[in-house]
């Protein structure tokens, strides 16, 4: 469904099926954070695979990422050619896990900022009483470790545009961690999905919504990262900004 371009995928098991969960976990230079994280989250809930989408990662992610294949039979990886985009990698991993029958499809950072205990709860919220389970940093006060001010500001500010320019009832719709019930996506065509960067999440959200599916927040705590540089850029905000402008409208001519 979407224009995901030349690939390889290594994978050592039959994934999917009715009752499982696949963590889409994009991947550009994690290499000090793979091996970490890939147990806690195989850890967190029986019904969890790992397919691991890595864009050419200089820093060698890549490689232990095959390593990890080779040893975990609930994890795969597919490997793109050069740095694609985080909403590019998650729609490829999401086509990956519809076409192999996965009953949920979850989004999450590689880089410890999203902790895997909280799997389990978006998991049950997705399998409960929402479509879209969403783990909101701001839905009980400001739960944010280790940012900036200037960070946190911004990042609560875009929250706020967002749900002023949309409707969005949300107080967390930049959220990268969420869960989805194989039906959401289903119901949107990736090829309508325009955004690339910190947009990405607002769009998925506003989709969802718009198609009339359930949203719902789940509390969690996020970490800044440990390791590693943020993927934060001034072009991904400017995207941001006009970007839910180009939403609103589309949704108001019937063209989203």
């Not at 967390?172 to 119901?187: I, N, P, Q, W, Y």
């Amino acid at each position: 469904m979407s224009d995901i371009g030349t690939e390889e995928i290594v994978t050592e098991h039959e994934p999917g099926g009715a009752g499982r969960a696949l963590v889409v976990l994009p991947t550009y230079n994690e290499a000090r954070n793979l091996e970490g994280v890939v147990p806690l989250i195989l850890g967190a809930d029986e019904r969890i695979d790992i397919l691991i989408v890595d864009d050419a990662s200089p820093d060698g992610t890549g490689e232990i990422a095959d390593r990890i294949v080779a040893e975990m039979p609930r994890v795969s990886v597919l490997h793109r050619e050069g740095k694609l985009g985080l909403g590019s990698a998650y729609l490829t991993g999401f086509d990956w896990g519809l076409a192999r029958g996965y009953e949920w499809l979850i989004e999450m950072d590689a880089d410890f900022s999203h902790d895997p205990k909280y799997l389990p709860k978006l998991l049950d919220a997705a399998s409960g009483e929402v479509d879209l389970a969403i783990g909101s940093r701001y839905v009980q006060g400001v739960n944010v470790i280790n940012w900036p001010m200037s960070r946190l500001l911004l990042s609560w500010y875009a929250n706020k545009y967002a749900h002023w320019v949309t409707g969005l009832p949300l107080k967390d719709a930049t959220s990268g961690f969420k869960c989805f019930r194989r039906e959401v996506l289903e119901a949107i065509d990736f090829d309508r999905v325009g955004s690339t960067g910190y947009t990405f999440q607002i769009e998925m959200d506003y989709r969802a919504w718009k198609k009339g599916f359930r949203l719902g927040e789940v509390p969690i705590v996020f970490t800044d990262r440990a390791e590693g540089q943020s993927k934060m850029s001034g072009a991904i905000m400017r995207e941001a900004i006009w970007r839910v402008w180009s939403l609103r409208f589309r949704s108001l001519f019937g063209r989203l």
